[in-house]
T-cell receptor, first 111, second 116 residues
Framework: DAKTTQPNSMESNEEEPVHLPCNHSTISGTDYIHWYRQLPSQGPEYVIHGLTSNVNNRMASLAIAEDRKSSTLILHRATLRDAAVYYCILRGGFGNEKLTFGTGTRLTIIP | EAGVAQSPRYKIIEKRQSVAFWCNPISGHATLYWYQQILGQGPKLLIQFQNNGVVDDSQLPKDRFSAERLKGVDSTLKIQPAKLEDSAVYLC??????????????FGNGTRLTVT
């Protein structure tokens, strides 16, 4: 499975944007970049995913580097409810769609 | 839509006892997953079902763990006999089969197992 590298932890002030980085230098052409987050005492929750182009949804934006070797999850205005562990995961296509979690980035929001 | 339902929410057993967890996926989701999450780690896939067939069970400790998905809907995961290192949260997830690598997984809130 292709690997991702994320910082262990990050802090951000409430109501400010948050940029969560992810490196995936061994990504293959058919790998999608998925982001999940896990709030305390809950199961992981899907956030966003993309292949090549930047993506936006109601939760976040995903910025993908042109060479696809890195990506950034952007929370536009962090709230206390965004405090969670964020996982960046590569998910292959064509029978290789297993979701393999790493240890993620623990995001702390400072009031 | 109703989410993935899991029960029980918590379970405490002694080592060498057996335990079973139940999962009801989102209606119409053909793919079902069981993950194990040890404290401080990311979830680890144990087994993946497509309808009632096993797609991937390469990381399932088959000497003590078993899982079934009768009729392609509900699923149960069993541990017999339990060991101390099985203490973890067991998460069930489901997804639509259509365009599999694009379909997000929907997780339940898990069953926290403590083995003493």
């Amino acid at each position: 499975d292709a690997k991702t590298t994320q910082p262990n932890s990050m802090e951000s002030n409430e109501e400010e944007p948050v940029h969560l980085p992810c490196n995936h230098s061994t990504i293959s052409g058919t790998d999608y970049i998925h982001w999940y987050r896990q709030l305390p005492s809950q199961g992981p929750e899907y956030v966003i995913h993309g292949l090549t182009s930047n993506v936006n949804n109601r939760m976040a934006s995903l910025a993908i580097a042109e060479d696809r070797k890195s990506s950034t999850l952007i929370l536009h205005r962090a709230t206390l409810r965004d405090a969670a562990v964020y996982y960046c995961i590569l998910r292959g296509g064509f029978g290789n769609e297993k979701l393999t979690f790493g240890t993620g980035t623990r995001l702390t929001i400072i009031p | 839509e109703a989410g993935v339902a899991q029960s029980p929410r918590y379970k405490i057993i002694e080592k060498r006892q057996s335990v079973a967890f139940w999962c009801n996926p989102i209606s119409g989701h053909a793919t079902l997953y069981w993950y194990q999450q040890i404290l401080g780690q990311g979830p680890k896939l144990l087994i993946q079902f497509q309808n009632n067939g096993v797609v991937d069970d390469s990381q399932l400790p088959k000497d003590r763990f078993s899982a079934e998905r009768l009729k392609g809907v509900d699923s149960t995961l069993k541990i017999q006999p339990a060991k101390l290192e099985d203490s973890a949260v067991y998460l069930c997830a489901s997804s639509s089969s259509r365009d599999a690598y694009n379909s997000p997984l929907h997780f339940g809130n898990g069953t926290r197992l403590t083995v003493t």
